[in-house]
């Protein structure tokens, strides 16, 4: 069967035309691909497609396969699973569809000082261990005024196919011209997605 941690090798053709090929290429477990009709003989998916999960590129050693109906005469559906692999997005004439729903965090910074400007030397937001350096959304060049006040507008992207947890911690540090430092946290917990949609 196909891995359940580490990587394997992801082949999608065409079962008519098995030189018409969807995605070549090493996927880790749990990682998105993108699957593309358009550089093929047929311009589109055909009715039928194989999906071969190798152990490497070698592709010696076959460790799953299965066929898909990819043509418009069967629905498919966010969620369906095709052996290991799972249909999370997908484009057509009618616009994007996607399991993910975009989640905005507003951070609000405000410099309560009355006569000192801080320039914000570290600013880092971090959810469920993913560290994103936030320092270039901030105007140039990261200077706050007195009594001066700007907000700050992050996304992350919520799996609406698992119910869980999301923790996100924040972290922010300044400087004055005089050297004085000041810093401050704020943490944020919810749950989010319905695995039952």
Not at 117 to 127: C, K, L, N, Q
Request: charged fraction near 20%; hydrophobic fraction near 35%; aromatic fraction near 10%.
């Amino acid at each position: 069967g196909a891995p359940t941690e580490g990587s394997a090798w992801l082949t999608v053709a065409s079962v008519k035309n098995p030189e018409d090929v969807y995605f070549d290429g090493e996927v880790l477990v749990g990682d998105l691909f993108t699957m593309f009709a358009a550089d093929t003989q047929q311009g589109k998916f055909d009715a039928d497609s194989t999906f071969s999960i190798y152990a490497d590129s070698t592709k010696d050693q076959l460790l799953q396969e299965s066929s898909v109906h990819t043509s418009c005469s069967q629905n498919l559906f966010l969620k369906d699973k095709f052996g290991s692999v799972q249909l999370l997005i997908f484009e057509n004439e009618f616009g994007l569809f996607t399991c993910f729903v975009g989640a905005t965090y507003s951070y609000t910074l405000t410099n309560e000082a009355a006569s000192n400007a801080g320039t914000i030397v570290e600013f880092v937001s971090a959810t469920n261990g993913v560290s994103d350096d936030c320092l270039d959304d901030l105007p140039p060049p990261g200077v706050l005024p007195p009594d001066t006040t700007v907000v700050i507008d992050k996304e992350i992207l919520i799996d609406m196919t698992v119910r869980q947890t999301y923790d996100t911690t924040v972290f922010v540090r300044a400087e004055t011209p005089g050297g004085a430092t000041c810093s401050d946290t704020a943490t944020l917990s919810f749950e989010s997605g319905n695995p039952n949609l």
